[in-house]
Structures are given as structure tokens and as C-alpha cells.
């Protein structure tokens, strides 16, 4: 019974959340968001802001530092374990896995194969572009740039920038410093 409750009030919050929270535009519906997080998630840092549009999955596996920036229309799946520490910045509209399905087995339907679940985590001081998509399992170093549009399939060294499908280094944040290039990330 104990165990029916608990699922029970997941799904209430998760839909009072997903369903109305996200979709309360301005200030009142930041300021909504922001305090559901504060009563639902185990780990909110100061200063966060959430965006209208967010679907959050999987509430209670999600740890957010101080100010952790998630805007408009990202969808965040931490039921396999989320961290996003300290000043990471979420470009609008991308996508954080956790959870997926199985699909080792070319003769078996992939709905018959089951799911898995990898935690993620995204460093200090990170910029995920807007659409990057970040896939299970995956972590991304402190004070790493992921260029809009990435698929990050693999782990993201501190300072790297990273770019394409699937994302791939282009260069190290701390090789400039220096140097009086005026390239910048386009």
C-alpha cells in the first residue's frame, strides 16, 4: 500500500508539474516553477530559474546547484540521475536523457527489450547550446561548451567545446588563453 501511495504522488506531482505549472507564463509561473522545485526536488541550489515549456521526469533523482539556468521548452528526464552543478546553463529547447530503451538484440521488437537508466552530470559553469540533445550515462566537465544542435553521446572533457552529430571536440577553452584570437563559436 505504502508503495502505491508513494507512486501515486509522484505521478500527481510530476502531472501538476507537466501538465499546468510549465504552461503559467511571466513571473508568476517562474516564480511557481522555481518554489515547486524547492518543495519536490531533493537538491536546489540558490538562484535557479526554470522556464516555461520544461517538462522535468523523474523529480526526485534531480539535483540542481546555484544558479542553474533551465529555459523554455527543455525537457529534462533525471529518472536515471541527474546533476547539473553550479551556474550550468541550459540552452532553451534542448533535451537531457537518462532513460531508454534497450536494444542489443537485433531480433527481439525494441518495445519487448526493456529500459536502462545511466545518471548524467553536468559540471559547473557548462553552456549547452539550444537543442543540444545529451544522452545517457554521458558527463560533461566543468566550463565545457556544447554548440547548438550537438548529440553529446560521449563524456566532455573540463573546457572542451564540443560540436556536430555526434558531438565532437573542437578545441579547449584553456589552449586560448593567451592567445589574442578573436575566433569565436559560431
Not at 508568476?28 to 531533493?42: E, Y
Not at 540558490?46 to 526526485?60: A, D, L, T
Not at 539535483?63 to 546553463?89: F, K
Request: hydrophobic share 40%; with cysteine.
Amino acid at each position: 500500500m505504502r508503495q502505491l501511495t508513494a507512486g501515486l504522488k509522484r505521478r500527481t506531482t510530476r502531472m501538476i508539474f507537466n501538465r499546468v505549472l510549465t504552461h503559467i507564463p511571466g513571473y508568476v509561473g517562474h516564480a511557481l516553477r522555481v518554489r515547486w522545485l524547492h518543495i519536490n526536488c531533493p537538491q536546489v541550489g540558490k538562484g535557479c530559474s526554470i522556464g516555461h515549456g520544461v517538462i522535468i521526469m523523474g523529480i526526485e533523482n534531480l539535483s540542481l546547484g546555484d544558479r542553474v539556468a533551465i529555459p523554455r521548452n527543455c525537457h529534462i528526464d533525471a529518472r536515471g540521475g541527474l546533476t547539473l552543478a553550479d551556474y550550468a546553463l541550459i540552452g532553451f529547447e534542448s533535451v537531457i536523457l537518462t532513460h531508454t530503451h534497450n536494444s542489443d538484440d537485433p531480433d527481439s521488437p525494441i518495445q519487448h527489450q526493456g529500459m536502462f537508466s545511466k545518471p548524467v552530470h553536468i559540471g559547473p559553469r557548462t553552456w549547452l547550446g539550444t537543442r543540444v540533445i545529451v544522452q545517457p550515462g554521458v558527463s560533461i566537465g566543468e566550463g565545457a561548451i556544447v554548440g547548438s544542435g550537438a548529440v553529446v553521446t560521449k563524456d566532455v572533457a573540463p573546457y572542451d567545446v564540443v560540436v556536430g552529430v555526434p558531438a565532437r571536440v573542437l578545441r579547449n577553452r584553456l589552449d586560448d588563453r593567451g592567445s589574442d584570437s578573436s575566433d569565436t563559436l559560431s
